[in-house]
């Protein structure tokens, strides 16, 4: 069974920090496979924010290009999305995905809302709370 379990939500103020760890299993990051990290806030639609293969990030969003990156331990079965100058728009309920790669990277996913089934693994999120 599959499972992917974010960690390392919280509410920081303003121009704080976050680091966003996924935690997999029963998953082979290594074959032909993609993950990535996806915010939904409320009333808005589903944003995909980075992504990584086995050979390293593959797409960072624009709203947070420059301020967040992703990473991957693949001795920890991990992949952490590190998040820094944090604003108050970047309030949201964030997850952790995961694709068995099928030639169209996720980024590209269609996407209507997080945790849509499209998406063949999703974690069941972590809150972000930013303050003014």
């Known amino acids: 069974e599959v499972q992917l379990e974010e960690s390392g939500g919280g509410s920081v103020q303003a121009g704080g920090s976050l680091r966003l760890s996924c935690t997999h299993s029963?998953?082979?990051?290594?074959?032909?496979?993609?993950m990535g990290w996806y915010r939904q806030a409320r009333g808005n639609t589903c944003e995909v924010l980075a992504t990584?293969?086995?050979?390293?990030?593959?797409y960072l969003a624009d709203s947070v290009k420059g301020r967040f990156t992703i990473s991957r331990d693949n001795a920890k079965n991990t992949v952490d999305l590190q998040m820094n100058s944090l604003e108050p728009e970047d309030t949201a309920v964030y997850y952790c995905?995961?694709?068995?790669?099928?030639?169209?990277?996720?980024?590209?996913?269609?996407?209507?809302?997080?945790?849509?089934?499209?998406?063949?693994?999703w974690g069941k999120g972590t809150l972000v709370t930013i303050s003014s």
């Open positions: 995905a995961a694709v068995r790669t099928r030639g169209t990277p996720l980024k590209f996913y269609y996407v209507p809302r997080c945790l849509y089934s499209g998406v063949d693994y």
């Open positions: 029963g998953f082979n990051f290594e074959e032909n496979s993609e």
């Open positions: 990584i293969t086995p050979d390293g990030p593959t």
